[in-house]
């Protein structure tokens, strides 16, 4: 690739929002009254993208955190952290890497405070995640699709 060509590549971030939020305590008011609180909190992480139009992808985390005290679901938090991305003078695999990574490792401090902040007003401890490797997990996912696909060629 010439150096002019790398020099045309723009990635900005053009606006970050919460997109959807929720928080659900199914057992209050009884879940205050713990007399030991050892939580255990399980996390899921997605994302999506989709392109809006010219340059411009939108970019969505979603993060389920879940938080159990002795079998019972104390709460539960859902966020969906996006941006609005321009993206331009990338490949295709470029672009997906970039959205698909970059976008997520940018998003998620948002995301963890949002979750933060939404476990305190409903009157819990905060829940402080921590720190996530969006880059290695964008690569084990492109090695499970190429594993997935070639499992697939062989069957047939």
């Not at 993208?49 to 879940?66: P, R």
């Not at 966020?79 to 997520?104: I, W």
């Not at 405070?113 to 921590?130: C, H, K, M, N, Y």
């Given at each position: 690739m010439s150096e002019k060509q790398e020099n045309n590549k723009q990635f900005a971030i053009q606006k970050l929002y919460v997109k959807d939020a929720s928080f659900e305590s199914p057992a209050s008011p009884g879940s205050f009254s713990f007399s030991k609180w050892d939580p255990k909190?399980?996390?899921?992480?997605?994302?999506?993208?989709?392109?809006?139009?010219?340059?411009?992808?939108?970019?969505?985390?979603?993060?389920?955190?879940?938080?159990?005290?002795?079998?019972?679901?104390?709460?539960?938090?859902?966020?969906?952290?996006?941006?609005?991305?321009?993206?331009?003078?990338?490949?295709?695999?470029?672009?997906?890497?970039?959205?698909?990574?970059?976008?997520?490792?940018?998003?998620?401090?948002?995301?963890?405070?949002?979750?933060?902040?939404?476990?305190?007003?409903?009157?819990?401890?905060?829940?402080?995640?921590?720190?996530?490797?969006f880059d290695a997990l964008y690569h084990q996912h492109i090695q499970q699709k190429q594993a997935d696909k070639e499992e697939a060629e062989v069957a047939h």
């Open positions: 909190i399980d996390l899921n992480l997605s994302n999506t993208q989709k392109h809006v139009d010219g340059d411009i992808y939108e970019a969505v985390l979603c993060v389920t955190v879940t938080v159990n005290h002795n079998e019972t679901t104390v709460f539960l938090v859902e966020v969906h952290q996006a941006a609005l991305v321009t993206l331009s003078g990338f490949d295709e695999d470029e672009k997906k890497y970039l959205l698909g990574s970059q976008c997520m490792t940018i998003l998620f401090p948002y995301a963890r405070e949002v979750i933060s902040d939404l476990s305190t007003r409903g009157g819990f401890p905060p829940v402080i995640l921590s720190p996530v490797n």
